[in-house]
């Protein structure tokens, strides 16, 4: 498991008697951990305390507000936290020890995943039966919250609700021999993301790891990124309008290995948690 170098201390956020919810602290930051889920027949987003998640009405990327509602984390299905984003983008090459002996890239290099892709914690990974196993790769995926176009870097921050884990299944047969990515990074299943949506982290100072049942295969800190969320959003947004909702995967470090079917993979992100797939074979 990651290790944090800062207590936490449970802090109330509270008007009057009514609790609106609760929040982690971590030295002078509030971390707030945002789950979408199922609980029976109903669909919702809600604010994790604990095991208990307390359920909110309306849209997290909009209006919303707390109810009395809450349930047993143990008994809620995590659903893919963002459900429509209008795009998924991610970066190639931002982490010097991925791009081996090439040199690093002067601005962010981005390409699109699919909506489609996207695949909730707990989910199976889907290993095609056309091609060689698949690659893992960790990654901190950034949750937008508002409206972004043409923003400076000194603001890019004040447009992300949160981030969450990731994990950029890659095939790597195609991703070389095919003109465009698009099935080598975005067939279905290729985007696990999850568990929670979490703000309130210093986002480019965090430990990630990544393990094959068990095993430790990718362990990096943000810090080591080529170029930082910020510098990675505002880049993007002068040319790409970024909406609520849509996220960006910010690269992978180290050497990747394909895997084989019935592993479980697991992206641990210090402060957000941990996001675990399994990979089975195509039918």
Known sequence: MLSHSKRASIVVLGLGLNVLFLTVSMGQEKVTRYLRFRAGKT?????????VVHQLKGNLFGKWERTEKTHP?????????????????????????????KEPPMTPEPFFKLPSCLLRHGGKII???????????AELVVVIGKR????????AL???LGITCGNDISARDWQKNDVQWWRAKGSDTFGPVGPY?????????????????????????????IHDLATTISFISKRITLRPG??????????TQGMEIGDSV??????????????????
């Open 43 to 51: 669909v919702a987003y809600g604010i994790l305390d604990g095991d």
């Open 73 to 101: 984390l143990k008994d809620v299905r995590i659903l893919v936290p963002s459900p429509r984003p209008s795009k998924v983008i991610a970066l190639a090459g931002n982490y010097k020890d991925h791009l081996g002996d």
């Open 127 to 137: 290993q095609p039966k056309d091609h060689a196993p698949v690659h893992y790769e």
């Open 148 to 155: 972004a176009r043409n923003v400076a870097p000194e603001q």
């Open 158 to 160: 004040d447009f992300v």
């Open 197 to 225: 949506i979490v703000s309130g982290l210093d986002y480019n100072n965090l430990d990630m790891e990544l393990r094959v049942n068990g095993e430790v295969r990718q362990k990096t800190n943000t810090k080591n990124q």
């Open 246 to 255: 849509d996220l960006i995967f910010t690269g992978t470090p180290g050497k």
């Open 266 to 283: 697991e992206v641990e992100i210090q402060g957000v948690g941990i996001l675990k797939n399994k990979l089975i074979a195509e039918k």
